[in-house]
């Protein structure tokens, strides 16, 4: 597996099925990612509470180890993706 570790290192594609074949071989460096996770301000974000399921919460931090990532930040970044995907369809 050929790890990326510069966002210019990922070509442009014409289509999704060319797009998948790259990413069978190849995988993004963590600290890539890591990297390009946008760190707020303290004036930017508000404290929330949320009750998860035990279960559900140890998957969760399970997945952000597996790919170096603090699970609070991976859950706002799934957050924000299903967000952007929600305004689209309105």
Do not use: C, G
């Amino acid at each position: 597996m050929q790890v990326i570790a510069r966002w210019s290192d990922i070509p442009e594609f014409t289509d999704e099925a060319e797009e998948s074949r790259f990413w069978e071989s190849h995988e993004l460096d963590a600290r890539l990612m890591v990297s390009s996770v946008h760190q707020a301000d303290a004036r930017e974000s508000t404290t929330i509470t949320l009750r998860f399921d035990p279960r559900m919460l140890s998957r969760i931090k399970r997945i952000a180890r597996s790919r170096f990532l603090n699970y609070q930040s991976m859950m706002k970044q799934w957050l924000a993706e299903r967000l952007e995907d929600e305004m689209r369809k309105l």
